[in-house]
């Protein structure tokens, strides 16, 4: 026999609102919760959506659902949330620089369960049972904490808020949507049916649904990262195979090998990519740098940027090995974010530099995404390091030094002291001499390129015959969008010259070269430009063995911004940057690490050796034996840009500054690019603020599902306004459209938007270079 239930207050109001006029609410089944007939009807329970987060008595019509909105481009994801912030505790990143565990004191004993989760000492006392245990961890304790302890409890605590924010937004209320409830207790007898299919292994712990709608069989596995639970994703196909609709909601961009398995299970994909706001208590371990990125070595820089770099492994073989530590230790996966080994450092660059509402520096690098298992990145510090120090580089120096020359008639004009005792200095004068590497490569006549220039060019005597060149590098325009105090770097391609230019230092073989009248010269380049330059062209702007020299430039734009917006107002940036612009002081900057001791006549005796004996000899089918030799150099003094307004900005980039303002706390995917952004600034203050109290009050339950669906809604619900509530379980879960105010959350503003002007500003790349190629012809002469 059924027995009616009381409810008081609010929850007396939404009941009313539910049944419609009727006066009780009935605990029992409701149809569709058996798929077996003969399955005793469960107990009473509670577990209502709208008890626990908070959501409208009303349940949401179905074309505002993922899985049921209509065909177009936000079928599949949510627009504009990545400019939704949501918070929650994240207390070990406050502490994530601790690398000696015996510094923490234990009064209460070695026990974990006596100190709270996310504290130093829990940590400590977590890892010294791990090291005591069977399976003592291998690698050191900072590596554990970040990668293990640190990274699981912001899987759990952002799990919960991204919940939180997932089902606030779509409004799930009614008593039809229940929410972390097991399919155990909701459906025994569907559960024995999935047991008796799958196996009591899969099915040991249940299933426990994020959100689960029975009256519609519709199941939403919630998850804040890339990553999902494999165990769970074996059931909901199964749930799938029955004729449910399973559908996961990811908060940022899974791999490819993810939406693989989503297709091949047959659930759905949405992606709900709301920007995560971790909040802790930055302190003596709190991770910063005094070296990246802060003009005031007084004031380090926090941020993942920062963070991202300096827990990336130096190696490949370090990173493969770090990747399998962790493995097996991750506590619910599917909501990692992406972690150092997940990045390909390879490609990171500047993306980003501003000042913040307080006058600090901020900045963001970015870089494409890798597979963590089969090719974890690595490399970070080292790579984030010479952006940071090319950046402060192009300040201190006045433009005058920002060139290099390798030329063979000339080894006194190679670089300006004091360019010469950078890394910035040293990858232009580098790519110079990889350049003339490539040219001769690109003429080789064995490639499609090479054998089109070598039968293109003007025949003399019936053999293949060329002059000199001077090859360089120009940028083409750089594209940048000046918003809110910052400056957006777009893109920043590359694109190669080249002119007919002699040189008195004879190459191979001595002699001259042979001759060519003006018209003869002009159909040669012309060629040229047709056949090999492109390929070199595409290699600067694409090939890894450049990757360097794009971090330069781009790190030269960035600095471009600040310089002149130092020059509007000195007091900018808090005036910080007063003592290094044109100080021509780079003692800060210098060559680093392997390269310390480098040394710039080292490239150009290789030039030289290169220029007069040879490095390239090609065999053309008309006869004759050829040399090529390439010299050249760099200038980066000219800066061409594009302007970027608004609609083009929003339309290309939507909600890039949400994102980029986001990741100062956590790396962040942006949209469906494969590209993932990391920032930071020298503020020295955590990004999210202090963690909240937990709340005492807990909601009123609404009561137990009723024995009928609820009727279908006559209209639309009002939109979520993300007005912040209370989070049950004291976990953050704020799911909120923040407008402005802080340097954490809300919208980048609308007003007060300027372009930089086309000429003069971001930086331009010059690879400004003598590239000579000389050919020689010995007649009889054959290898």
Not at 336 to 361: A, C, E
Request: include cysteine.
């Amino acid at each position: 026999m059924h027995s009616a239930i009381r409810v008081r207050g609010l929850a007396a109001l939404r009941a009313a609102a539910v049944v419609l006029g009727a006066t009780v609410l009935v605990a029992g089944p409701l149809p569709g919760l058996h798929d077996s007939a003969d399955a005793a009807p469960p107990k009473p329970m509670l577990g209502h959506c709208m008890d626990r987060y908070g959501t409208s008595p009303t349940p949401p019509p179905a074309y505002r659902l993922p899985g049921y909105k209509p065909a177009g481009p936000n079928q599949w994801k949510t627009p504009n949330a990545e400019d939704r912030f949501y918070s929650y505790d994240n207390l070990a990143k406050g502490f994530e620089a601790l690398t000696d565990p015996g510094v923490i004191d234990l009064p209460e004993g070695d026990s974990p369960k006596k100190y709270a989760w996310g504290t130093p000492e829990n940590a400590v006392a977590t890892w010294k049972e791990k090291q005591a245990g069977a399976k003592p961890y291998e690698g050191s304790f900072n590596e554990w904490l970040n990668n293990v302890y640190s990274r699981n409890e912001g899987n759990n605590k952002r799990g919960n808020a991204f919940e939180s924010e997932v089902v606030k937004y779509f409004d799930l209320g009614g008593v039809d949507w229940i929410c972390q409830k097991n399919l155990r207790d909701l459906n025994p007898g569907l559960y024995k049916d999935l047991e008796r299919t799958l196996g009591k292994d899969v099915m040991k712990d249940g299933r426990v649904f994020d959100a689960v709608n029975q009256r519609t069989r519709t199941v939403y596995e919630i998850k804040s990262g890339i990553g999902y639970d494999a165990r769970q994703l074996k059931i909901d196909a199964e749930l799938v195979r029955r004729g449910w609709k399973v559908v996961y909601i990811n908060g940022q961009e899974p791999d490819a090998k993810t939406v693989q398995k989503y297709d091949s299970a047959g659930v759905k994909y949405y992606r709900h990519s709301a920007t995560p706001n971790p909040r802790y208590t930055v302190g003596t371990y709190t991770p910063k740098s005094n070296r990246l990125m802060t003009p005031d070595p007084n004031r380090p820089s926090f941020g993942s940027g920062g963070d991202m770099a300096r827990r990336s492994a130096p190696t490949p073989e370090d990173a493969r090995r770090q990747s399998e530590r962790a493995r097996g230790l991750i506590r619910q996966p599917g909501n990692s974010l992406r972690s150092p080994g997940g990045v390909d450092f390879s490609t990171l660059d500047i993306s980003y530099v501003g000042q913040t509402k307080t006058g600090n520096l901020s900045y963001a690098f970015s870089a494409k995404k890798t597979d963590e298992e089969t090719a974890p990145g690595y490399g970070g510090a080292e790579k984030a390091q010479l952006i940071s120090d090319a950046f402060f580089t192009w300040l201190a120096l006045t433009p005058d030094h920002f060139w290099v020359n390798l030329n063979p008639d000339d080894p006194d004009t190679i670089m300006k002291a004091p360019f010469d005792r950078t890394d910035a200095g040293r990858v232009l004068l580098e790519a110079d001499m990889e350049m003339k590497h490539d040219f001769g490569r690109a003429e080789d006549p064995k490639t499609d390129a090479g054998k089109r220039f070598w039968e293109g060019i003007t025949k003399v005597d019936g053999k293949p015959c060329m002059g000199s060149t001077r090859n360089w590098i120009t940028p083409k325009k750089a594209e940048v969008r000046i918003e809110d105090d910052g400056a957006y770097i777009l893109s920043a391609p590359l694109e190669v010259q080249t002119v007919a230019q002699d040189y008195s230092t004879p190459g191979p073989g001595g002699g001259m070269p042979c001759t060519l009248t003006k018209e003869q010269t002009a159909h040669n380049m012309d060629v040229y430009r047709q056949t090999v330059l492109p390929v070199v062209e595409k290699q600067i702007n694409e090939d890894a063995k450049y990757a360097d020299l794009r971090r330069v430039y781009k790190a030269r734009i960035a600095a471009e911004y600040v310089r002149q917006t130092v020059a509007r107002d000195p007091k900018a940036f808090g005036g910080s940057f007063s003592g290094i612009i044109d100080s021509d002081q780079v003692k800060r900057w210098p060559l680093r690490g392997k390269n310390a001791g480098w040394d710039k006549m080292t490239v150009w005796k290789e030039m030289k050796r290169s220029y007069t004996e040879g490095d390239f000899k090609y065999e053309i089918p008309v006869g004759g034996e050829v040399w090529v030799y390439t010299v050249g150099g760099v200038d980066m003094t000219k800066q061409p840009q594009r302007k970027v307004g608004r609609a083009r900005f929003r339309a290309e980039k939507p909600n890039l500054p949400s994102v980029t303002r986001g990741s100062r706390n956590e790396a962040l995917g942006y949209q469906a690019t494969g590209t993932t952004v990391m920032g930071g600034d020298n503020s020295g203050r955590s990004g999210g603020g202090r963690p909240t109290p937990k709340p005492t009050a807990k909601p009123t339950p609404s009561g137990s599902p009723t024995g009928r669906p609820t009727a279908e809604p006559t209209g639309t619900p009002a939109p979520t306004t993300g007005t912040p509530a209370p989070a049950p379980s004291g976990d953050g879960g704020h799911g909120t459209s923040p407008t402005g105010g802080s340097d954490q959350g809300g919208s980048m503003a609308d007003t007060g938007t300027q372009v930089l002007t086309v000429a003069g500003i971001a930086a331009a790349l010059l690879v400004a270079g003598t590239a000579l190629v000389r050919l020689r012809r010995r007649r009889g002469s054959r290898d």
